[in-house]
């Protein structure tokens, strides 16, 4: 049940070219849901999937689950884990079916035929779960196993699963009274309908921006494939002859890193500022809702603050200790981004100009700083990153540390003709699982990058064995008429983080549907993803699959020591946008208006900016009015600063690599096995000691980033860390 609930809600990080129109002959067609999918390792057919398909069977999965749960709740027999957790667990099969397809084409392939079906079909799932989570005779069997978990003989995956369905229970009004539950049922409804809003309001607002150019020479600077692109959007818009950049990452990035031309890098940067934040699409409004009611459902569940209600939940207990652990970070990064400044400030003044460094000037200038003192271009180094060659990388890196192989399924279904397909094998050629990946932009899909499955994994006493169907989503720069696609160093960072995820989803060995996969933590499902980002520029990989994509030239050492001394450069401004928007995220969530309260976005930014003295040229890695993370949904409100608390696990965790090894057999089967597999089947902090040998610190993070002087090895050398988010 609370796999489907994530499913259902976007909890974690969700996302239809293939699929079929409405109008397809209703005499013939069958709705697919409603019956065995009949494809290699139950893949979605999705070439049979149409738009009237949806809704019909989220009623009947509605319906399904609705009676499975009753039977539950009414079961005379005495509660025991197998009559109520386990029987839960596999109650709301179709309907979790239905929403994890669903929910990810939402997200890849949005129109209007599907935002139609997600302001039907969200509300529905959403009053669904608030009917099982409020009923009292299901809440009192799970109230019972929990009062009597020590004398049930469990294990302590079993034991885990009681407690955390209590917790759950009582985080979602279990204890409310008859009036209290429904206040709780239309706060919630409410949320869900401010999220679809959110949501949709940013999509259109991406997609309405367009940055038009017309004259050659203020395109100096840019890297020709990114003008190219450029060339081709501007024909697919009707404006041949000129040069169209999007807010896309990979348009938007390379004009405020290398467009010699400020005007348009402030154009550039401003139209990113102020997305969603004007008529008719503007999001403001909309967070001044969220925030009214999170507050609302936070005090009416007993919490303080919306903040004190989502970090109760996870590793950090308490938002105060979240804001300790960034305070800790936020010192010395903005210390040295003070210092950064100062750098790109001088080398202004070389140039014989005269301005202040503006927000907009940032990237372009720590650019031009890094070519200066490392001598590093990264368009010479994206030579090497051509996209198939990154895709070799970390599926070496899979085979080297896990020993598993991923053979590619050219006939499988898949949801759009960009989707590669993927059966991951062990080393005895056993089926482990399903891998999708869905890497270019376009213009019905979110922008960032994201995991998720299409199918969980689960191992039942009976011997009944589900395997995962695992997929990574991103918005990587595309291929042109004369080049593949060029991955930035950003870019192969984040493929590697998000395939961290994929292993966590498709290794897992839980065999409790709850706690399969990344069913763990909010502040420790980063720790996967963000451990693997090292390996993408370690010697040992690189030369394995770094290879120039004219010459085919494996990386020079002499390139990989120039990434090596870079790798901590700008360091402070990365650390600071991200520690600041945590921080944002934070300060949100402990805020407790009225309903009379007007709430000013624009003010509310700056005055916590203000309040952290943070500096000018620096903004919010996401301003609020697109900070989907923490207003698309609830599943990373209050919690964006996981990224840093993972990150101090991360860094800990890869020092042992460095340490050992990088590919040392025994370490990366320490972490295979103790947090690979074992997803939410004990508490994390436990599985990360028993893999790492001690707690973490935030020393580590810190060394990692180079804002501390790197850790001693035992030969006097430094342990090199390189990587990290």
């Known amino acids: 049940m609370n796999r489907l609930l994530t499913a259902a809600l976007g909890a974690l990080m969700l996302p239809a070219a293939l699929i079929i129109p409405a109008d397809m002959n209703s005499q013939t067609h069958r709705n697919p849901f409603l019956e065995p999918y009949n494809t290699p390792f139950e893949i979605p057919p999705f070439d049979k999937i149409t738009y009237a398909d949806y809704l019909p069977a989220i009623e009947q999965g509605i319906a399904e689950q609705k009676k499975e749960i009753e039977a539950i709740a009414n079961n005379p027999a005495t509660p025991t884990f197998d009559n109520t957790i386990l029987a839960m667990e596999k109650s709301g099969q179709l309907l979790e079916k239905v929403m994890l397809v669903f929910g990810a084409l939402d997200e890849t392939d949005n129109n209007e035929q599907m935002l139609a079906i997600s302001e039907k079909a969200y509300p529905m799932v959403s009053a669904a779960s608030d009917e099982i989570k409020m009923n009292d005779k299901l809440f009192q069997r799970v109230k019972y196993l929990y009062d009597h978990r020590d004398k049930l003989g469990l294990d302590g995956p079993r034991k885990r699963a009681i407690e955390l369905s209590y917790k759950s229970f009582t985080r979602n009004g279990a204890l409310l009274d008859a009036a209290g539950k429904e206040q709780l049922k239309k706060l919630n409804n409410e949320l869900t309908q401010l999220h679809l809003t959110f949501n949709k309001n940013l999509l259109a607002s991406t997609n309405?921006?367009?940055?038009?150019?017309?004259?050659?020479?203020?395109?100096a600077g840019i890297p020709a494939g990114i003008v190219a692109t450029a060339a081709d959007e501007a024909t697919k818009r009707g404006k041949q002859g000129q040069w169209v950049f999007t807010l896309h990452a990979p348009s938007r990035l390379p004009v405020l890193k290398y467009a010699d031309n400020r005007e348009l890098r402030q154009k550039m940067y401003e139209g990113y500022m102020n997305l969603a934040s004007k008529a008719p699409y503007d999001n403001r409004p909309i967070i001044g809702d969220i925030v009214k009611a999170r507050a609302k459902k936070a005090h009416l569940l007993g919490f303080d603050t919306f903040a004190a209600y989502m970090t109760d939940n996870v590793m950090a207990k308490t938002p105060e200790a979240a804001r300790n652990l960034l305070m800790q970070i936020w010192e010395p990064a903005t210390a040295r981004a003070r210092e950064e400044v100062a750098e790109m400030q001088e080398f202004v003044k070389e140039e014989g100009k005269n301005f202040e460094i503006a927000p907009w000037d940032y990237y372009y200038y720590a650019e031009k700083v890094r070519q200066k003192k490392f001598n590093l271009d990264e368009n010479e180094v994206s030579a090497y990153f051509p996209i198939e060659n990154v895709r070799k990388g970390i599926f070496t890196l899979a085979e080297r540390l896990y020993g598993v192989t991923f053979t590619e399924l050219p006939d499988a279904p898949k949801y759009h003709p960009e989707v590669k397909v993927y059966e991951v094998k062990d080393k005895a050629g056993e089926h482990v699982a399903v891998f999708m990946t869905d890497y270019f932009p376009r213009p019905s899909k979110r922008q960032g990058a994201w995991m998720s499955e299409f199918k969980g994994s689960f191992a039942d006493e009976d011997g009944t064995i589900g395997r995962p169907?695992?997929?990574?989503?991103?918005?990587?720069?595309?291929?042109?008429?004369?080049?593949?696609?060029?991955?930035?160093?950003?870019?192969?960072a984040t493929m590697f983080h998000e395939f961290g995820h994929g292993l966590h989803g498709m290794l897992t060995k839980a065999k409790l549907r709850s706690q399969a996969g990344t069913n763990v933590d909010r502040d420790f499902v980063e720790l996967p993803s963000q451990i693997t980002e090292h390996w993408a520029m370690e010697p040992e990989l690189l030369k394995?699959?770094?290879?120039?994509?004219?010459?085919?030239?494996?990386?020079?050492?002499?390139?990989?020591?120039?990434?090596?001394?870079?790798?901590?450069?700008?360091?402070?401004?990365?650390?600071?946008?991200?520690?600041?928007?945590?921080?944002?995220?934070?300060?949100?969530?402990?805020?407790?208006?009225?309903?009379?309260?007007?709430?000013?976005?624009?003010?509310?930014?700056?005055?916590?900016?203000?309040?952290?003295?943070?500096?000018?040229?620096?903004?919010?890695?996401?301003?609020?009015?697109?900070?989907?993370?923490?207003?698309?949904?609830?599943?990373?409100?209050?919690?964006?600063?996981?990224?840093?608390?993972?990150?101090?696990?991360?860094?800990?965790?890869?020092?042992?690599?460095?340490?050992?090894?990088?590919?040392?057999?025994?370490?990366?089967?320490?972490?295979?096995?103790?947090?690979?597999?074992?997803?939410?089947?004990?508490?994390?902090?436990?599985?990360?000691?028993?893999?790492?040998?001690?707690?973490?610190?935030?020393?580590?993070?810190?060394?990692?980033?180079?804002?501390?002087?790197?850790?001693?090895?035992?030969?006097?050398?430094?342990?090199?860390?390189?990587?990290?988010?």
């Open 544 to 725: 394995e699959f770094a290879h120039h994509y004219k010459t085919g030239e494996t990386i020079p050492e002499s390139l990989i020591n120039k990434l090596q001394a870079a790798a901590t450069h700008n360091q402070g401004f990365t650390t600071t946008e991200l520690a600041g928007a945590s921080l944002l995220d934070l300060e949100w969530g402990m805020l407790n208006p009225s309903d009379s309260d007007n709430i000013d976005v624009d003010k509310f930014e700056k005055q916590v900016a203000a309040k952290l003295n943070m500096p000018s040229q620096i903004a919010y890695r996401y301003r609020s009015p697109y900070f989907k993370h923490i207003f698309g949904s609830d599943g990373y409100a209050s919690g964006y600063y996981t990224y840093l608390w993972a990150e101090v696990l991360d860094t800990d965790g890869f020092e042992l690599f460095s340490e050992k090894g990088i590919f040392d057999p025994a370490t990366a089967r320490s972490f295979k096995e103790n947090i690979l597999e074992m997803g939410g089947s004990e508490d994390p902090m436990e599985l990360f000691v028993r893999f790492r040998g001690h707690e973490p610190s935030v020393d580590a993070l810190l060394r990692n980033r180079g804002l501390a002087p790197k850790k001693q090895s035992a030969k006097g050398g430094e342990i090199n860390t390189v990587g990290g988010k």
């Open 208 to 219: 309405q921006f367009e940055l038009a150019v017309s004259d050659a020479s203020q395109l």
């Open 469 to 492: 169907i695992v997929y990574n989503v991103g918005n990587f720069t595309r291929p042109t008429a004369d080049t593949p696609a060029l991955l930035t160093l950003d870019e192969v």
